[in-house]
């Protein structure tokens, strides 16, 4: 397992972490066997990293990993997350303390790694998700309130809402870690895409966490699983899934990632999978690849293919063809 700094923390992280969220499924809805024994074979393969949040099954996530990471005591990190919505907003202070608590009763622990906030940020607030100045001067604070007092290591976020509020936040250099929508249906976080380009354009947000040391914890790198180019779920992930800054649906994602597999056959990778979770770790601003298992057997593949590194520069060069086809009036060439 390749091991990398998480920004400018003094956290040294897996190339591929252990994401425990409800669109895989194995953390929420496994078996207490099945769930164990996946973490305990994360560990045999060098995974370090583990991420939850209460919205995953409510609080069940964090529960369950709670109960496996007491049952294996291994040496590992651990981050969770805050969503404040509406109701949090009001007082932001209190409620960021609250959601910490609760976890730390669930996960079993005196502090986490890694406090990351959940919500969307947009440029103004907009219902219950909060605008970049208010993020910065009312939320953020209470993170760091929390540093201070020893229950929290490093303060992040999620970097999904409003392109340009996501950029100002991370511009003003208040968190240690950005969790990144970024994968071969989406790749504007890392590179430029072509005008009409479908999905977010996130305008080479990694150009950003690199100048500010920014610890960049990859997410949706298999775009929930339509990057592997069906549209058939395992039984235990969730039946419907809406797409983070790709496509306007999941089955617009597949089509889009069936149109990637020339990558496997003309030899780039061995599966449109392996692909897809190489394609990240030739970034020098990737810190971790967070993926969502289903099953061991999820795990075991993603751990063979981040073994074999990144893709290759003539891979690259491929899906940028790829990647102009998908534009309006693009085609690869």
Request: aromatic share 4%.
């Amino acid at each position: 397992m390749e091991y990398r700094m998480l920004g400018r923390t003094n956290l040294r992280v897996s190339a591929l972490g252990f994401g425990c969220g409800n669109v895989g499924g194995l953390m929420v809805r496994g078996s207490r066997a099945e769930r164990e024994r996946a973490v305990a074979r994360a560990i045999d393969l060098g995974v370090n990293f583990f991420d939850t949040a209460p919205l995953y099954g409510e609080g069940v996530s964090e529960d369950h990993l709670g109960q496996a990471l007491e049952t294996l005591r291994p040496q590992c990190l651990v981050a969770t997350k805050v969503r404040l919505g509406q109701a949090g907003l009001a007082d932001p202070g209190s409620a960021v303390t609250h959601s910490l608590e609760t976890s730390l009763r669930r996960l079993r622990r005196d502090r986490v790694d890694l406090l990351q906030l959940h919500d969307p940020i947009r440029l103004a607030r907009a219902g219950g998700e909060p605008g970049a100045d208010e993020t910065l001067e009312r939320i953020l604070p209470a993170f760091e309130t929390l540093r201070r007092a020893g229950k929290v290591g490093f303060v992040g976020m999620t970097a999904i809402g409003d392109t340009p509020a996501i950029h100002q936040v991370l511009d003003a250099g208040a968190v240690d870690s950005a969790q990144v929508p970024f994968n071969l249906l989406n790749p504007s976080a890392g590179v430029t895409v072509p005008r009409g380009f479908p999905g977010q354009d996130l305008d080479r947000l990694l150009d950003l966490t690199r100048a500010h040391r920014t610890g960049v914890v990859v997410i949706r790198v298999l775009a929930a699983g339509a990057l592997s180019g069906e549209t058939a779920r395992h039984p235990i992930a969730v039946p419907t899934v809406d797409p983070i800054a790709s496509g306007p649906d999941y089955a617009t994602d597949v089509t889009h990632a069936r149109a990637l597999r020339v990558l496997v056959d003309e030899g780039y990778a061995s599966s449109l999978v392996e692909a897809a979770l190489r394609f990240p770790l030739g970034f020098d601003a990737v810190s971790t690849v967070l993926l969502g298992y289903s099953s061991q057997e999820h795990l075991e593949t993603a751990a063979a293919a981040v073994g074999k590194g990144p893709l290759s520069p003539a891979a690259l060069r491929r899906a940028e063809a790829c990647w102009r086809a998908m534009a309006p009036g693009g085609r690869a060439r």
